[in-house]
C-alpha cells in the first residue's frame, strides 16, 4: 500500500502517544484520557493503520531468553553493483539480521545482528562476507545496553529455522572475550556509541 499524505491532530497524537507507550492500552482507557468514546478512538486508529501511520503491533522481549546472548552492528561494504534493493534481499535471507539499512559515510549498508553466541555469529558473518558483492566488512560487538528500555535492547522471537539451531547444541553461553571474536575487524564497543566508519 502506498504511504497516505495524513495530518494528524492533537487527538491522534495522544492516541498514538497512548498507544506508542502501551499497545495494550485499551480503546476505553484511551477514551476515558482524551475525552473520546471508544467508538471514535477506534476509528481513529483504524484511520492511521490504514494511512500506514501505525505499521503494526508486535511484542518486545529481553533476547537472552531467546537464545540470543551476543549482538553485534555490522559494517557492509560493497562494490559499486550493489544496488540497495540486493542488499535488502540479502538482509532478509538471514533470520539473524534483526534490522538493515543503506548509510553515509565509507561504508555502504549497516546490519544489526543477533547470535546465540560468538561463534553463530562468526558463521552468519562468513555467510554474508561470501556474497559476491561484498568486499569487507567491519564488526562491533554490543557489550551493554546504555537505554535497557529501547527497542533495540529487545527482540521479537526468532523464526522457526533460528529457533531450530539453538535448540539443536549451539552454546548459550557469552562471548570468552575478544580472542573469540570474528576475522574481519571486529572490536569490543558499548551499544549507545556510534559504530566506527559512517559520518
Given amino acids: 500500500m502506498a504511504h497516505q499524505s495524513t495530518s494528524l491532530d492533537d487527538l491522534d497524537r495522544k492516541i498514538l502517544s497512548a498507544l506508542v507507550a502501551n499497545a495494550r492500552t485499551s480503546f476505553v482507557e484511551i477514551g476515558h484520557d482524551i475525552g473520546l468514546s ?15 501511520i501505525i505499521t503494526g503491533f508486535t511484542t518486545l522481549v529481553r533476547p537472552s ?25 540479502v538482509a532478509r535471507t538471514y533470520p ?13 549498508a549497516l546490519l544489526h545482528i543477533r547470535a546465540a553466541d560468538i561463534e553463530h555469529f562468526e558463521e552468519v558473518l562468513e555467510r554474508i562476507r561470501a556474497e559476491s558483492f561484498v568486499q569487507r566488512t ?33 552454546s548459550a553461553g557469552p562471548a570468552d572475550g575478544p580472542s573469540a571474536m570474528p576475522s574481519d575487524t571486529a572490536s569490543p564497543r558499548p551499544s549507545g556509541s556510534a559504530p566506527a566508519g559512517p559520518s
Fill in 38 to 52: 471508544p467508538a471514535a478512538v477506534k476509528r481513529r486508529v483504524d484511520r492511521m493503520r490504514e494511512a500506514e
Fill in 65 to 89: 531468553v531467546l537464545g540470543w546472548r551476543t549482538e553485534a552492528y555490522v559494517e557492509v561494504y560493497c562494490d559499486s553493483a550493489a544496488p540497495p534493493r540486493r542488499l535488502a534481499e
Fill in 96 to 108: 539473524e539480521v534483526v534490522a538493515a539499512m543503506t548509510v553515509t559515510g565509507d561504508a555502504d
Fill in 138 to 170: 567491519n564488526s562491533v560487538i554490543v557489550l551493554s545496553h546504555l537505554l535497557p528500555g529501547s527497542p533495540e535492547a529487545a527482540s521479537t522471537e526468532p523464526s522457526a529455522d533460528v529457533s531450530a539451531a539453538l535448540t539443536g547444541g549451539a
